[in-house]
């Protein structure tokens, strides 16, 4: 499954993505920066859910990325959410935010 997005913040501004997932499969959130560098810069903070108290090894994970723009331009945070050993299988999911900064 593949979302895009675009969002448009001036230099200094934040926004927050908020990137679920579960905690016991082996899939994480994998991500990079495409285009233009010193645009934008991302962070991650992870929130543990417990889902069922009973058995722990079912629980949700909640990944918060949060994207500053550091200065004019454009670039894209492109997260990609699949088990890092299996590096010639496709994504689970796929997720693009086009970021245009400005002044």
């Known amino acids: 499954m593949e979302a895009s997005s675009e969002i448009e913040l001036r230099a200094g ?23 233009q560098p010193d645009v934008i810069r991302i ?22 990325y949060v994207i500053e723009a550091l200065g004019p331009g454009r670039a894209e ?3 990609v959410f699949r ?3 299996e590096k010639d299988a ?9 970021v ?3 002044k």
């Open 77 to 79: 945070a492109h997260f």
């Open 13 to 35: 501004g934040a926004h927050s993505l908020v990137l679920g997932s579960t905690g016991s499969t082996g899939y994480v959130w994998e991500f990079e920066i495409i285009g």
């Open 100 to 102: 245009n900064v400005i």
């Open 90 to 98: 496709p994504p689970v999911q796929v997720k693009s935010v086009r």
């Open 43 to 64: 962070s991650e903070n992870i929130n543990n859910i417990q889902s069922d108290t009973i058995r722990p090894q079912n629980y949700s994970v909640e990944h918060t």
């Open 83 to 85: 088990r890092p050993w």
